[in-house]
């Protein structure tokens, strides 16, 4: 069977609101534009299926008008849910406010996503395959019902599947006995220079990357992502390097991590490389931030069109 990435995390409702600036405290601001998408862990599932790679769902749904818009969006991707719709609750969602330098700020209203029970969890470890990547959200750790659940799902993974953890913005917000047997049966760590920060202590990505994969089981791969600069990869069994990124106009950077980690695994569900992973999700992030919307990364030939004539694209491609 193919390899595929399982999401066992949050799909949600996306509120973007594009504003000039954020207002001040008890202030307002009149928005340019609205939209209404699926987003969450969708974004990262539809990275790695518009690469080509299998991709399901296997966190919670709600009947309503979020838990609608999710299901249609993951049916449009051809992403298949593992877990049955609720019947108690709707999806809960996100407003998300983009400013005019293309930096997004997040509200999060969680639904019946946060109510995911060990009889969920067993469902889905019943239904996972070898071979397959399943990837994890702080935001679903830090959450207090669901997030015990999650951390012991995860700890009882065998070795063959592998681990993703994309410790997301409430990183700090996880309790210890949450998040570390998570770390510890990580295979892969992909965080942004904030959330790095915040792990490691450290602002530099380049010592932030290895004071992270010194807190993973031996064996485990860590990526620093870094915006227009790329990011910082440690490969397993290998030292820590800095893989350039691709210069382009920032439009709305909302989504821009969920497509670099979705691609990345993506990519190495294909058999490739790490390095070479990782330089492909640092082309699928830069052509997703280039584009309006959450869910913008490049099906296989808009990241080849984007590559042009780069050798990135022989080695990404060159099956195709």
């Known amino acids: 069977m193919s390899r595929r990435l399982v999401?066992?995390?949050n799909v949600i409702a996306d509120l973007v609101i594009e504003v000039p600036a954020l207002p001040e405290r008890g202030g307002d601001v009149i928005g340019s534009r609205t939209r209404l998408t699926a987003g969450g862990?969708?974004?990262t599932l539809a990275a790695a299926r518009r690469l080509g790679t299998e991709a399901a769902f296997a966190g919670l749904h709600g009947t309503g008008p979020y838990g609608d818009l999710v299901r249609e969006a993951l049916t449009a991707e051809g992403i298949r849910p593992l877990l049955p719709a609720r019947t108690d609750g709707?999806?809960?969602?996100?407003?998300?406010?983009?400013?005019?330098?293309?930096?997004?700020?997040?509200?999060?209203s969680f639904g019946v996503e946060a109510q995911l029970t060990a009889a969920d969890t067993a469902t889905v470890a019943a239904q996972l395959r070898p071979g397959d990547l399943v990837q994890l959200s702080g935001y679903g750790l830090a959450i207090p019902d669901s997030g015990?659940?999650?951390s012991r799902f995860t700890a009882a993974l065998g070795p063959d599947v592998t681990v993703c953890l994309d410790p997301?913005?409430?990183?700090?917000?996880?309790?210890?006995?949450v998040l570390d047997p998570v770390l510890a049966r990580a295979d892969w760590l992909s965080a942004n220079a904030r959330e790095a920060r915040l792990m490691s202590g450290s602002a530099d990505p380049a010592e932030a990357v290895t004071a992270l994969r010194e807190r993973l089981a031996p064996g485990a791969g860590v990526i620093v992502r870094a915006d227009k600069d790329g990011c910082w990869l440690a490969a397993p069994g290998e030292a820590a390097r800095h893989v350039p990124?691709?210069?382009?106009?920032?439009?709305d950077s909302n989504g821009a991590g969920d497509a670099h980690v979705g691609s990345f695994l993506a990519l190495l569900a294909q058999g490739k490389?790490?390095?070479?992973?990782?330089?492909g999700a640092n082309a699928a992030a830069a052509y997703a931030v280039g584009r309006r919307g959450p869910a913008t990364a490049p099906d296989r030939d808009q990241l080849a069109a984007f590559?042009?004539?780069d050798p990135l694209a022989g080695l990404l491609f060159a099956t195709a």
């Open 273 to 279: 490389d790490p390095l070479t992973a990782a330089r």
């Open 41 to 43: 862990g969708f974004n």
């Open 168 to 177: 997301a913005p409430l990183v700090a917000d996880i309790p210890g006995p």
């Open 90 to 108: 709707d999806t809960g969602f996100t407003v998300a406010l983009i400013d005019d330098g293309g930096e997004r700020t997040f509200i999060t």
């Open 148 to 150: 015990p659940q999650l």
């Open 245 to 251: 990124g691709f210069p382009v106009r920032a439009v």
């Open 7 to 9: 999401l066992a995390g």
């Open 307 to 309: 590559l042009g004539e």
